[in-house]
């Protein structure tokens, strides 16, 4: 069964400084991985994906994740964050590359100080 | 696209009631997503649906929940009779393939009294 764990529930950080938000899952097979944000009082949106290919992954608001099969992480990296960046993070996912469900993490709270 | 529209946003019921939720997908999106969130149990898959077949239940919590969708643009989530242990927001999402990643309503925040 897949299962993701997101190791931080909360990251404070000040504005323009790098953050790293974790996350670690486990599947038996071929996996499709997903970073989504959530804003208060918003659904969910998408920020990046990994489907295959490249390991490195990139979204257009400076967020990026790598995908790390032997150590089975898709971490989330921001080399310099701004106050917008406050939100809620999830990590998850899929084995199957049709409509399959998602698995998603517990999330990670981001709090961006100025 | 309006994305995907759920209804109503916030909803106040007592315990005992039936509560009913709604959900408009995206057009041409085959897949449909039930979630329910909250602080203790984070983001659960209630059901999803396929052209409107029902997949996957194994989500929902009990026989007081159902979930329809009658045709591909519309779908419904039911609580009968509601307990204060429901109280949550309940996520709509759909997508075209699972890898296009999900697009995910608004949210309905239900709070049983």
């Known amino acids: 069964a897949q299962s993701v764990t997101q190791l931080d529930s909360q990251v404070p950080v000040f504005e323009e400084a790098p953050v790293e938000l974790r996350c670690n899952y486990s599947?038996?097979?071929?996996?499709?991985l997903f970073w989504y944000v959530q804003y208060p009082n918003q659904g969910l949106q998408l920020l990046l994906k990994?489907?295959?290919?490249?390991?490195l992954v990139e979204s257009i608001n400076g967020f990026e994740a790598e995908f790390n099969k032997s150590q089975t992480s898709f971490h989330l990296r921001k080399p310099s964050v701004h106050i917008s960046d406050t939100a809620e993070y999830f990590c998850?996912?899929?084995?199957?590359?049709?409509?399959?469900?998602?698995?998603f993490g517990q999330g990670t709270e981001l709090s961006v100080k100025p | 696209d309006a994305g995907v529209i759920q209804s109503p946003r916030h909803e106040v019921t007592e315990m005992g009631q039936e509560v009913t939720l709604r959900c408009k997908p995206i057009?041409?999106?085959?897949?449909l997503f039930w979630y329910r969130q909250t602080m203790m149990r984070g983001l659960e898959l209630l059901i999803y649906?396929?052209?409107?077949?029902?997949?996957?239940d194994s989500g929902m919590p009990e026989d007081r929940f159902s979930a329809k969708m009658p045709n591909a643009s519309f779908s419904t989530l039911k609580i009968q009779p509601s307990e204060p242990r429901d109280s949550a927001v309940y996520f709509c999402?759909?997508?075209?393939?699972?890898?296009?990643?999900?697009?995910f309503g608004s949210g309905t925040r239900l709070t049983v009294v």
């Open positions: 998850a996912v899929s084995d199957d590359n049709q409509g399959g469900k998602l698995i």
């Open positions: 599947s038996s097979v071929s996996v499709y």
């Open positions: 990994y489907l295959s290919g490249s390991t």
């Open positions: 999402a759909s997508t075209p393939r699972g890898i296009d990643g999900y697009t």
């Open positions: 057009s041409g999106h085959d897949y």
């Open positions: 649906f396929n052209n409107n077949v029902p997949i996957d």
